[in-house]
């Protein structure tokens, strides 16, 4: 599997995947090895792999909603409703050390940004060639989140998403619990596959990811 870089940690520049322009996404992914593969190679390392999400979808972006549009979400919701929103702030921390570590030895990991976890996932799916097959009732989210995107009418899984990371591994299970271990909230939230599509299914519907430009937060605050 690709190693963290701790380069690329810090490297903000401009990223551009087949015409889209990422913007601060902040890419774990050690991109000198991927440049190194073939395309089958890349697929046959990331392929039938399970794919977890640190943190909760759309968190970073809550939060600010609530704290700059305070007055129209008070014509709906109690003032202790945008609170405890603003208060979930405290979750949006940077992973221990150590969970890096035992990470940049076996898995792939993006850390997220701009577009949310749907926009990571169509990242990844690009960047290494392969397929998604992603339970949307398995991402975390938190209620409040989900209670804020329905009042401005925009979809929770592309909002900000900062301090939370996409990991792709072999085992899933074994990965979760050794993040857990550190203190590190994961979900496994679906798997990559050797097929084109990239899918995210929720209940009997099946909808496809596609390419995003922009976050719904940027057109809010």
Known sequence: MLQVSSEMQTNKK????????????????????????SDREKKSAFSD???LLIGYAGLA????????KQEELLSRYPM?????TILQ?????????????????????LALSKG?????????????GVGLEIECKKIPIKQETVEICNFFDINPYLLYADKAMLV???NGYRMKHKLQQLGVDAEIIGVTTKGPDKAVVN?????????????PLDELV
């Open 14 to 37: 401009r990223k551009r995947v087949k015409g889209l322009a990422v913007e601060n996404c902040h890419a774990l992914f050690a991109s000198e090895n991927l440049d190194k593969l």
């Open 49 to 51: 792999k399970d794919v």
């Open 61 to 68: 972006g809550a939060v600010q909603i609530a704290e700059k």
């Open 80 to 84: 202790f409703f945008i609170e405890q």
């Open 89 to 109: 702030k405290a979750l949006l921390k940077e992973i221990p050390e150590a969970a890096t570590a035992m990470m940049s030895g076996e898995c792939g990991v």
């Open 116 to 128: 949310g976890v749907y926009q990571g996932l169509w990242y990844i799916a690009e960047l290494t």
């Open 168 to 170: 792709v591994t072999d």
């Open 203 to 215: 209940g009997e519907e099946r909808r496809f990811l596609e390419k995003r430009v922009f976050d």
